[in-house]
């Protein structure tokens, strides 16, 4: 477990995390001093800007809040702010990590930026009606069509590719800017993937709540649906079971292990190398069919719940299929990375670098293959599943070659890690008490850190769900790693290697 | 390309024709429920409507309604079904009439 460090204090006012006190600490504070603290939680003590949303309460008032990582002290900090008007302080242009979710924040509920920069159009599709639901209540102000535009001038022209695209990818516009070969600019729409989840939470109770929470992203099911559920007992003081802690570890690892293969499969498709290609989704095969043995489910659905777990791990299932498929997993990884048809086409591919992984505020593999060591489960450990500590693995490189070395090394220590948790994993929840309550989760997901915000209404009911997978974070850098002189077939390499999905982003 | 040729030929043959037999880890996937007629109750009935996360189950007078095609196999009325519901094991559902994936099972059991 980290070390928890020196206290942290912002501005003298009160914004102090004590050793000892909780995880999570939530602070208002007045729209005229967000961007300063904001500015100071970065540059004084290393904040990671985590998330940021709003949320409207019975009268219309819409209330930002902000999520900040003090990931060396174990601690996340939530500033509240109740807006006055539909402006609100563009953090965005003291961190661009915000960009997204002020943009988000504009389509939901018409409040944005107070500046002139033009936003991008995030999840409300341009041909929308002006009864397309958003996330605001009370709000009958038509959204004025304020995005940039896509910008294509002299010899460049915009080649479009997708939303359908071939081999069963996610529906995803990419709009390739190119004089021929070289991708100069990108343009990404996802919302042609947009669902509401968010919006459908609202009034169900957290058990119900939790079967849409978890399919939002049905390949992070098991991180997301985690955070959703700890933000819910976080709201309601609900332990749980330690039993139910390994459990949920167990579930996470096994999710992450069948994810990072898959992109494995994935990086080969895109190089061109079928044959590998063929071997790795013979391997994911056995780690969906071990899924199904261990839980009841490929994909994990249905594994966590409010409180603790519906189902315990089979454990001779995961001790007699596991060694296996990781056996098959790593005679595969070994011809790969002296295949040089593969290896050359991952090198210097997609590049990252390390200061846009943190000015960007990135998660997991991706963050990790460009140097920056952080990892939810190490850095914000929340009891029985988190011990022991994962190993942070990272490399420097930031190509799609690095992420994929860090992918094959957190498959072997996420089979440590199952080892550990299994003996002690098993069934149980603690009830959930129907009560009024605000609540923050996260987990690291096998795509990065997952977090979910939660308001309960008196009759215990979701007032307002905030999900934030680690797809919406890391999008973000999509677009900077396509235009490092990469050329179109590229693309999908570098796609496969970040490894995210529109779903959890558009969910 | 002959390395992985070599490699691949030393795990064996993977793929087999199709579909040469059902796979045995099909019976494994989770799959829609099947009714016990004589065991359900109008009362059962309307608490797995409730509780149905997508719908797929609702009554129409003495008769329960079960729409395979919003069913995901979750699992819930399994653990509401008191030995009235069990899976079906069923689960190449492909059809060319939408209504065809509609089912009426007749309540027979007793409150």
Redesign the interface.
Known sequence: MTDPGPPTTVNGEGVALLPGSDRIQTKRVETTRLAELSHELAVDHGARLADLFAEDGPDGEVTLRSVYALDGESRYLVLECPLDGDRFPPLSDLDPAAFVEECEIYEQYGARPENRKRLNRVLVPPHRSDRFPRLRRRDGRRLARDYEPHVVSGEAFEFPFGPVRAAGWESLYMGLVTTGEEVLDLYLFQWHKHRGIERRLRGLDPE?AT??AERADGLSSVGDTLAFCRAVEMATGTEVPAPAGHTRAVALELERIYNHAAAVAAMCQTTGLS??QA?SE?VLEQLL?LN??AF???YL??VISPGGVRREPNVDEIQALLPAALD?FR?LVD?LLV?NSHVDRLESTGVVTPENAHLLSLVGPVARASGQAIDARRDHPTGAGDEPAPLVRTQDGGDALARMRVMVDEVEDAERLISAHLGEAGAGAEPVPLAEGAGLGWAESPRGEALAWVSLDAGGCIDHARLRPASVRNWRAFDDAARAQNVFTDIPIIEASFWLTVAGFAR | MAFWFYRGLRRGIATTRYPKTVDPWARRLPSAPAFHSARLTAGLVDRLARECPTGAVHREDHDLVLDVGRCTGCGRCLELGHGAVRPSGEFLLAVTDRAALVKRIPIRGED
Do not use: S
């Open positions: 119900r079967f849409f044959v590998g071997r013979i069919r199904l043995a009841g489910h490929r659905f249905g098959e005679y011809a295949t």
